[in-house]
């Protein structure tokens, strides 16, 4: 059999194909590449989008920032000085963005400081955090990429 132009055209155009063909079945049935959305409520969470700003803002006008601080035991969260004596409500939400079913989220209501979020509930990696209180009369957020 003689090979011409036109089956060499054929040959390589049903060789890219099954190539296509390959990476898609791939992509699509390995549990390793299977990336979620961080959340579910994602529609929801853009609608509030106004309020969490406003959170934001109150949070940036506080006299000294929310800390973060990587030790054995987990993760210490410090709020402002302002807060010492206050009782605050809220919860801390950890979002892994590779592992849906890794997120986690810990209602707090306390006045002690620091809050610990405990080293038995985090895998080494990236995580998203968003503190979300309220000390009764004003709503504060604080979002920060943290690696542990």
């Given amino acids: 059999m003689k090979l011409n132009w036109g089956t060499g055209l054929m040959l390589a155009m049903a060789c890219f ?7 898609v079945i791939t992509m699509t049935t390995n549990k390793e590449l299977d990336h ?26 506080l006299s000294t920032p929310v800390s973060v601080h990587r030790t054995t035991e987990g993760f210490l969260i410090y709020f402002p000085d302002e807060f010492r004596d206050q009782k605050i409500d809220g919860k801390v ?8 079913n890794m997120d986690f ?27 979300d209180w309220t000390n009764g009369h004003q709503d504060f957020m604080f979002k920060k990429q943290l690696k542990y």
């Fill in 36 to 61: 979620d959305l961080v959340t579910e409520e994602y529609y929801q969470q853009e609608i509030d989008f106004q309020n969490q700003l406003e959170k934001q803002i109150n949070t940036r006008e």
């Fill in 93 to 100: 939400s950890l979002y892994r963005p590779s592992n849906k």
């Fill in 17 to 23: 194909i099954g190539f296509i063909l390959f990476l």
């Fill in 105 to 131: 989220e810990i209602p707090f209501s306390s006045s002690s400081q620091p809050l610990l979020i405990p080293q038995d509930r985090l895998v080494t990696g990236r995580w998203n955090m968003i503190i």
